[in-house]
């Protein structure tokens, strides 16, 4: 039986086309953080799966890819439920081993710590457009800084890096989970039904006002709190969704919201507009919801029409290093959609600028040893003086070899003959 040749489902092989924009949109975005002073670092693509499994990764903890204990540790017969058979799983994001990394490294660390972070994760979704089972997330996280300066370094550090990479008109929508909670306290849903009541309303894009109140209703939610729930969205929608929203939601929400959260806001986007450098809009948005259960103020999307879809987001996290070390630390993070957007650069026909010129030695077969020596004396010069030199042998189709290399950018194409 033959080998299969197709990579898992969920997962894909990446043709030096594709690879070539994620270099270059890995390279953008690792020199626009730093100009922001992001400090890179790595962490290990597995985790204990208790890290992973506890109760802050929301719908992600039901993805894990779980690894079974090996060896001697294996004993599956002996095996009660889950836990005596799995001891790690492979990392679903990449804030969960930030916040282990910190914990175990804070002594060496500066504070506030500036981290970007790079790499592969898993989750076992369902495959789509745009969504796989193994893809790259890219974050930037600041840690050990309590005031909005956090969120405003990085909503100004990755909306310059979308900007430098050709992206115009997309929208930053923000929030605050705080908002969300006194909207429902003030509407009258009890604290543990909050949960149910956000899963709800983050339908809100696709179902829209009438879907979430028909979904609060089969709840069993009494009428009154869903209207007066509701109520609040439409007031904000016509005070508008930037600064008088704001305003009108903590206008209305007195005794309910701390009075920090709108003085936080309107800071963030004050100060966000007064030195922006890419197009777009920072709006306030109530029905943001993001679906981490860490999250403990601000959170953040990054939505773009040409997707129709988010394309990154964060938020607030205050809570999640006490998790590891028993004593809390403010942390703040934003993550780009990497994945969509190199597949909408693909999709735009865009093309890698500033490239090397690239030059193609073509040699034929049985060309002399004495010579080649020459050729590749050549090439090496070539490449000292910046070029990017193929040397290969010439096929015997030569047109159909030369016309592949032509579409991938080797503008000069060198023969050398056997004469």
Avoid at 280 to 291: A, S
Avoid at 329 to 334: E, N, R, S, W
Avoid at 376 to 393: D, N, P, S, Y
Wanted: proline content about 3%.
């Amino acid at each position: 039986m033959a080998l299969s040749k197709k990579p898992v489902n969920g997962m894909k092989d990446i043709l030096p086309e594709e690879m070539q924009i994620r270099d270059y949109v890995q390279q953008v975005i690792k020199e626009t953080y730093r100009n922001f002073g992001f400090t890179q670092i790595e962490t290990p693509c597995m985790e204990n799966i208790a890290n992973l499994s506890s109760k802050q990764g929301g719908e992600n903890e039901k993805l894990i890819f779980k690894v079974m204990k090996r060896g001697e540790k294996l004993k599956i017969a002996e095996a009660k439920d889950e836990t005596d058979l799995v001891d790690f799983g492979m990392r679903y994001d990449l804030t969960v081993p930030l916040v282990r990394y910190y914990s175990n490294n804070a002594n060496d660390l500066p504070s506030p710590f500036k981290a970007l972070q790079m790499g592969n994760v898993w989750r076992a979704d369902r495959p789509q457009r745009g969504r796989y089972r193994q893809f790259m997330q890219c974050d930037i996280d600041i840690i050990g800084e309590p005031s909005n300066l956090a969120e405003i370094e990085l909503i100004l550090a990755t909306t310059t890096t979308i900007g430098k990479l050709g992206f115009k008109n997309f929208e930053i929508r923000i929030n605050e989970r705080r908002i969300l909670k006194a909207m429902a306290a003030y509407s009258g849903f009890a604290e543990e039904d909050y949960d149910t009541v956000f899963i709800i309303l983050d339908k809100m894009d696709k179902i829209g006002l009438d879907g979430v109140a028909e979904e609060l209703a089969k709840e069993g939610y009494a009428k009154e709190s869903i209207d007066k729930y509701l109520g609040l969205f439409k007031g904000v929608e016509e005070a508008g969704n930037g600064i008088d929203g704001i305003c009108y939601i903590a206008k209305t929400l007195e005794g309910f919201l701390e009075e920090d959260v709108e003085k936080n806001l309107l800071e963030i986007i004050n100060s966000v507009n007064a030195a922006k450098q890419a197009d777009f809009k920072l709006v306030f948005d109530p029905t943001l919801v993001r679906g981490m259960s860490y999250y403990t103020g601000t959170i953040f999307e990054i939505a773009m029409p040409e997707l129709g879809a988010a394309c990154g987001g964060g938020g607030r996290y205050d809570k999640m290093v006490g998790k590891f070390t028993g004593q809390d630390v403010p942390a703040c993070g934003f993550s780009i959609g990497f994945e969509r957007i190199v597949l909408l650069l693909m999709e735009s026909g865009f093309t890698v600028p500033m490239q090397r010129p690239k030059v193609a030695y073509l040699i034929e077969k049985g060309y002399p040893a004495d010579k080649l020596v020459d050729v590749i004396a050549k090439a090496q010069e070539e490449r000292q003086a910046g070029k990017q030199v193929l040397v290969v042998r010439m096929n015997k189709n030569k047109k159909f070899q030369k016309e592949k290399l032509a579409a991938e950018g080797y503008k000069d194409i060198v023969e050398f003959f056997n004469n």
